[in-house]
């Protein structure tokens, strides 16, 4: 008996143990004993993600995409496969329900301060949380928006699911992609005034230091109006807007209310006919894909650099 349990015991100790995994997401640090195997994000550019690291097949679904957004051919393939579990914010009953071990989201990208679904409310149920970068603004103090909040992601991402040379060779991609561009922007030029106008006709909606169109306006070689705006996506007031006299404007592209009638919107409002941007009919427009933190950001830096510098 005694040379069987002795037998028994080296098995075990002969075994290896499982190597953990641990990431830091927004103010925590997050341990996975085993990648993620049902998977769920949330938004349009979290899910692309998703996708660009070849994830698909650990996914069970994804939320929060046609309750604001369409689909392009390009997303509709991406997860063709896939069903969408939520049309807007997903509930605790809807990721519990779909057996989802790992939720991909963010603050106002999924979930909500104090909200139902958090990583503290799913903890118990085994569904680790993992943060989008850019939104940890919205808990605590981060660095201002920079492409380095996609890499964070993307490297993150590919720890947590055993894909880290994949995520590597995209980030090292991007970086040669972002040198590629930089090369094109006119040296000694001052920086072009820039404004989001993401939504909103009373007040707009734009982005702050926090968000990223901040960096992707200063990649294509301009400055975002709104960088002293110490918040991420917010609300602003229009006099705000013409004092700061914006050369050129964004314009985010979603929803019911298309990227022409906001342009219309700004072009045909007496009380800011005297921005540059609007005498000079200076507008360029983003999809929402684009100006959130994702894979596309890298073609929305080269329509910029194209709008703000070219013929």
Known sequence: M???????????????????????????????????????????????????????????????ISG????????????????????KYPSKEVLIGADADFFFAGWNYGMKVGGEVTPETLEPFGIKVYELTESCIHIGDKPKASLQDLYNDLLNLGKIFGVEDTAHDLVAAYKLELDR????????EEPLRVFVYDSGEDKPFTAGRYAMPTALIE?????????????????VDWETVVEKDPDMVVIVNYGEVT??????????????????????????????????????????????????WGE
Request: with cysteine; proline share 5%.
């Open 259 to 308: 990227a022409d009638q906001k342009r219309d919107f700004m072009k045909h409002n007496p009380a800011l006919a005297n921005i540059a941007a609007v005498k000079n009919d200076r507008f360029v427009v983003l999809d929402y894909v684009e100006a959130t933190p994702g894979p596309r950001n890298l073609k929305a830096i080269g329509k910029l650099t194209e709008a703000f």
């Open 2 to 64: 005694k040379k069987i349990a002795l037998g028994l015991a080296l098995t075990f100790l002969s075994v290896p143990a499982i190597a953990q995994t641990t990431v830091e997401s927004c103010n925590r640090t997050v341990t996975f004993d085993t990648p993620p195997k049902a998977a769920v994000s949330n938004d349009v550019n979290l899910t692309e993600m998703m996708l660009v690291l070849g994830l698909r097949d650990r996914m069970v679904g994804y939320t929060g």
């Open 68 to 87: 604001w957004k369409t689909l392009d051919a390009e997303m509709r393939e991406g997860v063709a496969e896939l069903p969408e579990l939520a049309s």
């Open 181 to 188: 561009i930089a090369a094109t922007v006119p040296a000694g």
């Open 219 to 235: 990649a294509a070689g301009g400055v975002n109006v709104m960088d002293d705006f110490e918040k991420s996506w917010a609300t």
